[in-house]
């Protein structure tokens, strides 16, 4: 089984100010193609996740550009360049390498 | 727009049983891969089954397996969870999920907002 380990596990951040987690997985996500399984979800209290990243690095449908993901191999990074109070959830990364695992999920909060 | 409507929630006792369904519209059902994942109260997302978009296919979390069966009806935009000897570490609120693309790599763009299943004597 993939592990998938996040950190931090929560986070205070000023509006405005860019904000930064890390994701990583205990076996490599590229597969053999070069494609590399790695997505990002952000959950809003009360709501569904809903996909940010998808593939790494792409931000999936009327997704704001201050969200940005990267990485390779084992470790990941999701980046959100000027946090608005709206980003207040739950963010956690998923891999679908080999069947589907979540990371623990890291909660931002707004100071 | 995509909708995924899930129901079948409730109490139930440890060792029995409940079969969740998920309704499905807004897009062509028979096509994509569907999943179900669960969050225990105040935890994260565990991922528990996915089928294939034929059904041909089935793959279960080791927390589940054995216990849960995942099946779809393509006629009717249906996909089921049976669950069997449930445990009281069971009780979560179970999502229904869309695959992205016709992939198998992929992960789930769409969610339902979930229905509760709390296991309890």
């Known amino acids: 089984d993939i592990v998938m380990t996040q950190t931090p596990l929560s986070l205070s951040v000023t509006p405005g100010q860019p904000a930064s987690i890390s994701c990583k997985s205990s076996q490599s996500l590229q597969k053999s193609d070069g494609r590399t399984f790695l997505y990002w979800y952000l959950q809003k209290p009360g709501q569904p996740p809903q996909l940010l990243i998808h593939d790494v690095s792409y931000r999936f449908s009327r997704v704001p550009d201050r969200f940005s993901g990267s990485g390779s191999g084992t470790d990941f990074t999701l980046i959100i360049s000027r946090v608005e109070a709206e980003d207040v959830g739950t963010y956690y990364c998923?891999?679908?390498?080999?069947?589907?695992?979540f990371g623990q999920g890291t909660k931002l909060e707004i100071k | 727009e995509v909708q995924l409507l899930e129901s079948g929630g409730g109490l139930v006792q440890p060792g029995g049983s409940l079969r969740l369904s998920c309704a499905a519209s807004?897009?062509?059902?028979?096509?994509?891969?569907m999943t179900w994942v669960r969050q225990a109260p105040g935890t994260g997302l565990e991922w528990v089954s996915s089928i294939s978009d034929s059904g041909d296919h089935t793959y279960y979390g080791d927390s589940v397996k054995g216990r849960f069966t995942i099946s779809r009806d393509n006629s009717k935009n249906t996909l089921f969870l049976q669950m069997n000897f449930l445990r009281a570490e069971d009780t979560a609120l179970y999502y229904c999920?869309?695959?992205?693309?016709?992939?198998?790599?992929?992960?789930?763009?769409?969610w339902g907002q979930g229905t509760l299943v709390t296991v309890s004597s």
């Open positions: 807004g897009f062509t059902f028979s096509t994509y891969a």
């Open positions: 999920a869309k695959a992205y693309t016709s992939d198998w790599y992929t992960c789930f763009d769409s």
């Open positions: 998923m891999q679908s390498l080999h069947l589907y695992s």
